[in-house]
Nanobody
């Protein structure tokens, strides 16, 4: 059983930056692919970014490519999402998720992930 706890959300002006953190415990962290998703009010949850379990491959939604960077620190059991040039439409609750599949990584599919954090609110003011 893996526990995930996000932090780092808050209120920021458009154009600003935030770094989200996700602390993992209870499992072999290096065996998990990790992802970030977000859900805005009245909208469905959507994929934001993902990183392979080795940390060697990363993937981004087109809407955040070039603005967000995902990284994984195996020594600290942490995943980060550096968010730059934030837009108003990025306002949402951001969730960290872990995928333990050893053979495939359907990183865009929320149902592929086994564990989820409670989320952290990101509010971007215009």
């Amino acid at each position: 059983q893996v526990q995930l706890v996000e932090s780092g959300g808050g209120l920021v002006q458009a154009g600003g930056s935030l770094r989200l953190s996700c602390a993992a415990s209870g499992g072999a962290f290096s065996m998990y692919h990790m992802g970030w998703f977000r859900q805005a009010p009245g909208k469905e949850r959507e994929f934001v970014a993902a990183i392979s379990r080795s940390g060697g491959m990363s993937y981004y939604a087109d809407s955040v490519k070039g603005r967000f960077t995902i990284s994984k620190d195996h020594a600290k059991n942490m995943v980060y999402l550096q968010m730059n040039s934030l837009k108003f439409e990025y306002t949402a609750v951001y969730y960290c998720a872990a995928d333990g599949d050893q053979y495939t990584f359907n990183y865009r599919e929320g149902r592929s992930y086994d564990y989820w954090g409670q989320g952290t609110q990101v509010t971007v003011s215009s």
